[in-house]
């Protein structure tokens, strides 16, 4: 069925470390992907999304690339800030649409 | 400016009363979400609705309930049935639900 697995936090990285958190899915088809960000006391705000095997989700200097071989969205990013630090989920919409699946979430912890 | 506006951004109510959460989008989009999220805890999806006056019940609608009378307003009612209330509230509403939700910025609700 539908499905999106997460890394399991939380993950505590020092200023300017390099992050991956790792994203994978169950699919029959393509479906878009997206990494949702959700920063202490607010909603969720789109971070970067795919749309098509191949395609490489970029913003804030995050990136994701649509893997179709291994049905990952690993996001990862460079040089990690302590206002990185949120909540980050994996979504993807249902086969038949309607809904989203979400992962669980992974907490990011960054220290100064 | 375009978006989803929750209000209020807290809410304290007393046991066994029931209290209505608004929200609101001037985006244009057809399909409106509410989802609940407890401490620590990912989302899980209350009710949606797809198009006007027609809602579907999400994984956990057992003591809420939802109207959906105009497209911008897609209100939900917390009842004295919902055994464990205390939770923040996020609503969300897509174009199109093969693509990715826009999110308010949240309810917290407390029943004291």
């Known amino acids: 069925g539908d499905s999106v697995t997460q890394m399991e936090g939380p993950v505590t990285l020092s200023e300017e470390a390099f992050l991956t958190i790792n994203c994978t899915y169950t699919a029959t088809g393509y479906p878009s992907l997206f990494w949702y960000v959700q920063y202490p006391g607010e909603g969720l705000q789109l971070l970067l999304k795919?749309?098509?095997?191949?395609d490489k989700g970029s913003n804030k200097g995050f990136e994701a690339t649509y893997r179709k071989e291994t049905t990952s969205f690993h996001l990862e990013k460079g040089s990690v800030q302590v206002s990185d630090s949120a909540v980050y989920f994996c979504?993807?919409?249902?086969?038949?649409?309607?809904?989203?699946?979400f992962g669980a979430g992974t907490i990011l912890r960054v220290k100064s | 400016d375009g978006g989803i506006t929750q209000s209020p951004k807290y809410l304290f109510r007393k046991e066994g009363q029931n209290v209505t959460l608004s929200c609101e989008q001037n985006?244009?989009?057809?399909?409106m979400y509410w989802y609940r999220q407890d401490p620590g805890q990912g989302l899980r999806l209350i009710y949606y609705s797809q198009i006007v006056n027609d809602f579907q019940k999400g994984d956990i609608a057992e003591g809420y309930s939802v109207s959906r009378e105009k497209k911008e307003s897609f209100p939900l009612t917390v009842t004295s049935a919902q055994k464990n209330p205390t939770a923040f509230y996020l609503c969300?509403?897509?174009?199109?639900?093969?693509?990715?939700?826009?999110f308010g910025p949240g309810t917290r609700l407390t029943v004291l």
């Open positions: 985006l244009n989009h057809d399909a």
């Open positions: 795919a749309t098509k095997a191949d």
């Open positions: 969300a509403s897509t174009p199109d639900s093969y693509n990715e939700q826009f």
């Open positions: 979504a993807r919409p249902m086969e038949y649409g309607n809904k989203l699946v």
